[in-house]
Nanobody
């Protein structure tokens, strides 16, 4: 089975920085795209960033220029470096990965989320 675990969330002041991590573990043969989503209270979940297996990134307009996604394939880990954080960035951040589990084939997996709170 495959599990995703996010970490790195916390409380930060506006203008500060945070680096989120998402580590995948389990019966993994390959990982294709990975992504970060976030959901603020009372709002819909939104896509924040994606990163392909080759490291090609795309960002939502709301974080473009302030965020950098990266991955370490040897560690099955994806990162999201967020700078110049704003109160609007406050949300639970979820990791998603398209993973080939040797038992079940390709499927999408989600972590439990990590809370990011940005104070003004």
């Amino acid at each position: 089975q495959v599990q995703l675990v996010e970490s790195g969330g916390g409380l930060v002041q506006a203008g500060g920085s945070l680096r989120l991590s998402c580590a995948a573990s389990g019966s993994i043969l390959a990982i294709n795209d990975m992504g970060w989503y976030r959901q603020a209270p009372g709002k819909q979940r939104e896509l924040v960033a994606t990163i392909t297996a080759g490291g090609i990134t795309n960002y939502a307009d709301s974080v473009k220029g302030r965020s950098t996604g990266s991955r370490d394939n040897a560690k099955n880990t994806v990162y999201l470096q967020m700078n110049s954080l704003e109160p609007e960035d406050t949300a639970v951040y979820y990791c998603n990965a398209n993973v080939y589990d040797w038992r079940t084939g390709w499927d999408d997996y989600w972590g439990q989320g990590t809370q990011v709170t940005v104070s003004s």
